[in-house]
């Protein structure tokens, strides 16, 4: 990664235009062509520097409801429970932790009875019967923006 991707990426973190040509907008603060934004954005996604471009939104603002989730997974079936759980439009992020509950993901969903029925056939079709529903109570967003 060179400076120029570094500053890409701190372009895009939290002050992505929206325009109808956002790359172009991109390109011209940073003094490069817009290929070039979009040929190095395609590369690090490729080599998984980055996972995704998209917007973040405040699922209560839309009518949605969002929890954490917490799995007790054996080691062995990890790979299947995470592959599971990723085909689910509304899983944001999933993740392992060294805890007896070592697989931790967020859903959003139009409703917990959603949740609660994906939650049901995650089990189901993982043999993991062990998941916890941890919806917030209250909520404390903190921006995360990584300085490069």
């Not at 839309?62 to 079936?77: F, H, I």
């Not at 990890?78 to 509304?90: C, D, K, M, Q, S």
Request: glycine residues 6%; hydrophobic residues 40%.
């Amino acid at each position: 990664m060179d400076d120029t991707d570094k500053k890409l990426l701190n372009r895009i973190q939290s002050d992505f235009p929206i325009t109808a040509r956002p790359y172009s907008r991109i390109a011209a603060d940073l003094g490069i062509t817009e290929k070039e934004v979009t040929d190095r954005l395609k590369r690090l996604k490729e080599d998984e520097i980055i996972r995704r471009i998209g917007g973040n939104f405040v699922p209560h603002k839309l009518g949605y409801v969002s929890t954490l989730c917490a799995a007790r997974v054996p080691e062995d079936k990890i790979g299947l429970f995470a592959e599971t759980v990723n085909r689910y439009p509304g899983v944001t992020h999933n993740y392992t932790r060294d805890n007896d509950f070592n697989v931790w993901f967020t859903f959003i969903a139009p409703s917990m009875e959603e949740i609660e029925a994906n939650l049901d056939a995650i089990a189901g079709d993982t043999g993991v019967e062990t998941i916890i529903n941890l919806p917030a109570t209250r909520v404390f967003k903190v921006k995360a923006h990584f300085r490069l």
